[in-house]
């Protein structure tokens, strides 16, 4: 188990990585700079990180030939948040670059970072301080997650293979939360099936805490998603 100092109080740092481009989604362009509810739908995530009164700044990561963000998103172009083009060509690598950057403005191995999809932009605050107090004095941090509901199927070719058990299991949401130290490691020896920050951590042979999340932190992905996603940001 890795261990940190004692008496040194962590601070919590969110890490937002946008340097995708959102293939599946059919936007023409970045699904993270897609208008819903009239504003960019990253605007949506980065307002509801910027009302949590734990964490101490947001790094969105960037791929380094975005030219959008200021322009779509002024108002958290300043002290709102910390801008970083360093994307990388995966998630782990973005993370990666992202965790290097907040150590360059002054983070510690102690600290904790809250590693956010842009695409969930769904997020209450609420739900992120519940994490927070959840992961406070764990050893090793936690994620949002909500138990599995459906009936699972495994396929191939259209066709259902086998019903699987849908007992103990979860479905992974972010934020992801675990101190800089030990992320930072667990993502250096990542490899193509690491498609999270709990899975690379999970590499290493600990076993992050699942905290029960909402059904309405669900991650924009496909088509259909982003009218349910402004429906229900309309309606707040």
């Keep these: 188990m890795t261990t940190f100092p004692v008496g040194l109080q962590p601070r919590c740092f969110a890490l937002v990585p946008a340097a995708g481009v959102g293939a599946r989604s059919g936007a023409a362009g970045p699904?993270?700079?897609?208008?819903?509810?009239?504003?960019?739908?990253?605007?949506?995530?980065?307002?509801?990180?910027?009302?949590?009164p734990d964490l101490v700044a947001t790094l969105v990561v960037l791929a380094p030939d975005d030219d959008q963000f200021e322009a779509l998103l002024p108002e958290f172009a300043g002290e709102r948040a910390w801008v970083a083009r360093c994307g990388g060509a995966s998630r782990a690598e973005t993370v990666a670059n992202g965790l290097q950057e907040l150590l360059a403005r002054g983070a510690q191995a102690h600290d904790w970072v809250l590693v956010h999809d842009a695409a969930r932009c769904l997020l209450r605050a609420e739900w992120?301080?519940?994490?927070?107090?959840?992961?406070?004095?764990?050893?090793?941090g936690g994620l949002l997650a909500l138990p599995l509901a459906d009936t699972l199927k495994q396929a191939s070719h259209g066709r259902v293979m086998a019903t699987v058990d849908r007992q103990a299991k979860w479905a992974?949401?972010?934020?992801?939360?675990?101190?800089?130290?030990?992320?930072?490691?667990?993502?250096?020896?990542?490899?193509?099936?690491?498609?999270?920050?709990?899975?690379a951590v999970e590499a290493l042979g600990h076993q992050p805490m699942l905290v029960e999340g909402a059904l309405e932190n669900f991650k924009v992905t496909w088509p259909a998603d982003f009218a349910l996603a402004e429906r229900l940001l309309k309606s707040r």
């Excluded at 699904?31 to 949590?52: C, E, F, I, S």
């Excluded at 972010?174 to 490899?191: I, K, S, V």
């Design 128 to 140: 992120v301080q519940v994490l927070i107090a959840a992961c406070a004095d764990d050893e090793v």
């Design 31 to 52: 699904k993270q700079y897609v208008p819903l509810a009239g504003r960019p739908m990253m605007a949506h995530t980065l307002q509801a990180l910027a009302a949590v």
């Design 172 to 199: 992974a949401q972010t934020p992801q939360m675990f101190r800089l130290g030990l992320l930072r490691p667990a993502l250096a020896g990542a490899d193509a099936g690491v498609t999270d920050e709990a899975s």
